[in-house]
Nanobody, 115 residues
């Protein structure tokens, strides 16, 4: 059984920064791609950023230049550094990882950006 546990969400003023972390634990043989998604109530979950095991990165256009995804393969952890936050970034942020060739999700962490 694999678990993804997110941390680092919270309330921040517009223009501020937050850093999210997501650690995978359990029976892990291999982690391929890892990423972050977000979802507002009543909206579809959308991609924020992904990173492959080899370090190839993809960002949503809305976060390019403001967010940075990174990972530590030794720690089975993915990070999301969020700078210049905007109220539109308010959402529940979910970690996703391809663990043992199975897509796994974290429980989500709330990010709220006040204007």
């Amino acid at each position: 059984q694999v678990q993804l546990v997110e941390s680092g969400g919270g309330l921040v003023q517009a223009g501020g920064s937050l850093r999210l972390s997501c650690a995978a634990s359990g029976s892990i043989f291999r982690i391929n791609a890892m990423g972050w998604y977000r979802q507002d109530p009543g909206k579809q979950r959308e991609l924020v950023a992904t990173i492959t095991r080899g370090g190839i990165i993809n960002y949503a256009d809305s976060v390019k230049g403001r967010f940075t995804i990174s990972r530590d393969n030794a720690k089975n952890t993915v990070y999301l550094q969020m700078n210049s936050l905007k109220p539109l970034d308010t959402a529940v942020y979910y970690c996703n990882a391809d663990v043992n060739y199975i897509s796994s999700w974290g429980q989500g962490t709330q990010v709220t950006v006040s204007s």
